[in-house]
């Protein structure tokens, strides 16, 4: 990216930041000022989007919003040019950091239905909670490349979270879900299979039938029967992510889907590096305890802590650098870039 792509990100940073638009609308007694406001949302998500470069011809039985078409079309124009998906279908699912989509899949791909997780414009984003997750992670490029970190003024961009460093930081994220999924799916973990990657979406299976995206374990209550399967399915996977020293770091009833009985893993940017990352334990038992907290309602026998000891001990302890993490240490006390909060 050049530097005055940088300075056009920050020119519209500036220009549609929500929390300005909003003290500016509280200053004006003048109903103008909604409508001013509208139209230079539109104009901004135009302009990043560039929607008048997208090549005629594809057009969607899903009607996107008003603020949604433009980085919609944007972000799957790359699968639909690859001959990877005819047709947007409709939304999945929405989101504070990603939507998905329904999409009619191309023959090539083998598949009928495919899901595109698409990651909303990079100013409608929280990234304020990643730097834990970051520790010991590689800055990935657009082409799932580590960054050369002696790319100096790229590393200062990041550092002081200018408009340019933070979508640098949201395509790293991207990257790092594309690749991990590609991992976990060919070491056989219960997650999408990941078919391709764009500048800002994913291409990867779709759960779920022609009506209705696959439920998440929030949306549906389980048997007792099935909630003690899917239980062990989901510390099953925990425990094959942590042989190959990774922690998905935001597990929950929100981040797996149930389809015909079976347990998927999805969502994620987050995955940190266990034996990179100081905070590696307490992310763990973080995930653990979030599933338990939907599991043991449902009459499964689960302690977070016996559970996130015994895992630690097991694949953390042999390897030789087991560390205790201070679990008491309170995220919200320290600066923004570490704070530590749910967000469902």
Not at 120 to 146: C, H, Q, V, W
Not at 300 to 322: E, F, N, R
Request: glycine fraction near 6%; charged fraction near 30%.
């Amino acid at each position: 990216m050049s530097l005055s792509d940088s300075d056009k990100y920050e020119q519209y940073e500036k220009q549609f930041d929500p929390m300005q638009l909003d003290r500016q609308a509280r200053r004006k007694r003048k109903p103008k000022t909604k409508h001013i406001a509208k139209k230079l949302a539109m104009d901004v998500i135009n302009d990043v989007a560039d929607l008048e470069d997208l090549e005629g011809g594809f057009k969607t039985t899903y009607t996107p919003g008003l603020f949604e078409e433009g980085w919609l079309l944007q972000s799957i124009q790359s699968f639909y040019e690859e001959k990877l998906i005819t047709d947007v279908l409709g939304r999945v699912k929405g989101g504070k950091e990603a939507n998905v989509y329904r999409c009619l899949a191309h023959p090539s791909t083998g598949e009928t239905l495919i899901a595109a997780k698409v990651y909303r414009p990079r100013m409608f984003r929280n990234l304020r909670n990643d730097a834990m997750y970051r520790e010991g992670r590689d800055i990935l490029t657009g082409e799932g490349k580590s960054l050369d970190k002696t790319d100096d003024r790229t590393m200062r961009a990041i550092g002081k979270k200018t408009a340019y460093g933070q979508q640098v930081s949201h395509t790293s994220w991207l990257m790092h879900e594309y690749k991990t999924l590609t991992t976990l799916y060919n070491i056989g973990a219960s997650v999408p299979q990941s078919f391709a990657a764009g500048e800002n979406a994913i291409l990867m299976t779709y759960f779920g039938d022609e009506t209705m995206g696959a439920p998440t374990l929030q949306e549906i209550d389980l048997s007792r029967k099935e909630a003690k399967s899917s239980f062990d399915s989901v510390i099953a996977n925990v425990e094959l992510l942590l042989e190959h020293d990774m922690i998905h770091g935001d597990l929950s009833a929100y981040n797996l889907l149930y389809w015909d009985g079976e347990i998927i893993l999805i969502d994620f940017p987050q995955v940190s590096i266990t034996h990179l990352n100081s905070n590696a334990r307490m992310i763990l038992e973080r995930d653990i305890t979030r599933v338990c907290e939907y599991f043991a309602p449902r009459g499964v026998k689960c302690d977070p802590s016996d559970i996130t000891h015994g895992l630690w001990q097991k694949y953390m302890g042999k390897a030789g650098y087991y560390r205790e993490v201070d679990l008491s240490r309170t995220w919200a006390n320290d600066d923004e870039d570490h704070n530590f909060v749910d967000e469902e």
